[in-house]
């Protein structure tokens, strides 16, 4: 094990989703922007103060939230990691001075609440697709270097001055692909092109200069596990030109990166990249949003994380994830985000690492009660405690082969092969226990016809 030189703290918040027009008055088919009366998981109105698991965020809600923060951990961070989707889906298509005063609003109050801080934002693909300004709106957080390269394509470098690790800000609007994504045109496509030479040129410059590096973006690379299709899907992901590409370059420098954050998917969740041999070399750590909502697979409790990392290489030594329960808050008219789980205890992992968390999915597959057993854990993580256990949400066989196929197969073409052999041993399976039926029916039938015979 590396020699720990000191211990450090940051947190990752990600996929608030404000909508302004959230209300706990009035017509409860027009106050937030889902418009039913009955909400995903099939919560029923009237909605509370700190939110509904049918709608995107409050205000309330997140204030709440970096109030916790704030109370919990002080100025005791390093940095805070903000990954996009700031803004409700409800408010893309309205006024960008609308979206930009409401994200002027929600930088304000991380600045406020982080004021010793240094907020580290990425863009999420809700966001407005202007470079320029959202630049004002952060150039308090950001040096004159990183100013530069998001003004020109929204993706920066951070170098940390007192240790040695460096942090990637990857615009991943510019990688995506899928059905929401209409085909890039010339000026896209160069931009694309442009963060991926430089984000080549930034792992080789680190390389050369014995950095470790963080890789922090809104859209993680690979499939939904919440999907049990391969892409494109209907949400927004990764072109599969992109996802090699991003595969090809954590492969190649793999040796360099201390850690993949991400958003989006607002489940919690992590993957797990392997080289050409399959072994495990890397990670990504997906946390779960701050809205409740959730357009696939029912809704989640809204959480946030706190890190635990050497701050001198980068090395994720644990982190603690925290939720909030809307139901309770709602009744008792307070929000009080608690604990839900510190990673390592939870697991019983030695260490934060592709291995560990190779072998710990490894087991998702294993025939025997304790797989079953931490695939609940895993589950009930995953939807940040909206579910007990996987029977809770009919999560049965080929819904838990979805989750360890996408953990471990980020490839979509992979992801697709390891569905399809799951489905195809279900299918199998089942085809021999209806035939054992046949068999035993066939048996009694005849065994009757001899009876009445004798």
């Known amino acids: 094990m590396a ?37 995903s998981s099939g919560y029923h109105r009237p909605r509370g103060k700190y939110g509904d698991y049918a709608c995107d965020s409050p205000w309330a ?3 709440s939230a970096a109030h916790s923060m704030r109370m919990r951990q002080g100025d005791s961070v390093e940095f805070v990691l903000w990954t996009g989707d700031a803004i409700s889906r409800a408010l893309w298509k309205t006024d960008e001075s609308l979206r930009l005063t409401l994200l002027r609003n929600l930088t304000e109050l991380f600045s406020r609440t982080f004021s010793s801080q240094f907020v580290f934002p990425v863009l999420g693909h809700e966001e407005p697709d202007t470079f320029e300004e959202m630049k004002e709106l952060w150039q308090h957080w950001l040096p004159t270097e990183a100013l530069m390269t998001f003004e020109a394509g929204g993706y920066y470098t951070i170098e940390q001055s007192h240790s040695k690790l460096r942090i990637i800000a990857l615009n991943t609007n510019l990688m995506l692909g899928g059905k929401d994504k209409h085909r890039p045109d010339d000026k896209e496509t160069a931009l694309m092109n442009r963060q991926w030479e430089w984000l080549e040129k930034i792992f080789i410059k680190s390389k050369q200069n014995g950095e470790m590096v963080y890789i922090v ?3 993680p690379p690979g499939a939904d596990e919440r999907q049990g299709g391969a892409p494109p899907l209907p949400q927004t992901s990764f072109s599969e030109e992109n996802n090699k590409r991003y595969l090809r370059l954590v492969r190649k420098f793999h040796g360099t990166i201390a850690g993949q954050f991400f958003g989006h998917l607002h489940s919690d969740s992590f993957r797990i990249m392997y080289n050409d041999l ?5 990670w990504a750590m997906l946390a779960p949003s701050v809205t409740p909502r959730h357009t696939s697979g029912g809704a989640n409790n809204p959480g946030f994380r706190l890190y635990k990392f050497d701050s001198d290489r980068g090395q994720v030594l644990d982190y603690t994830q925290y939720y909030l329960d809307i139901g309770n808050a ?12 510190n990673l390592t205890n939870y697991y019983g992992l030695q ?5 560990s968390l190779h072998n710990l999915v490894d087991r998702f597959t294993q025939d025997r009660p304790s797989a079953n057993y931490i695939f609940s854990k895993y589950f009930r993580a995953n939807s940040v405690r909206m579910h007990d256990s996987p029977n809770d949400a009919q999560c049965e066989s080929a819904c838990s082969h979805a989750h360890y196929c996408a953990i471990t197969r980020v490839d979509y073409s992979e992801f697709k092969k390891c569905v399809d052999t799951a489905a195809s041993a279900l299918a199998s399976s089942k085809s021999d226990i ?5 068999i035993i029916t066939i048996l009694c039938i005849l065994i009757g016809v001899h009876a009445i015979l004798e």
């Open 278 to 282: 399959g072994k495990p070399i890397s």
């Open 434 to 438: 209806l035939l054992s039926w046949s």
């Open 217 to 219: 973006g809104h859209v």
């Open 61 to 63: 809600l997140i204030e």
């Open 330 to 341: 709602n009744r008792v008219g307070e929000a009080e985000w608690l604990p839900e789980y």
């Open 351 to 355: 260490d934060i690492s592709a291995t």
């Open 3 to 39: 020699f720990i030189t000191g211990a450090g703290f940051f947190w990752h918040i990600t996929d608030l989703h404000y909508d302004s027009l959230y209300s706990t008055t009035g017509d409860t088919r027009k106050n937030c922007w889902h418009t039913d009366t009955r909400g």
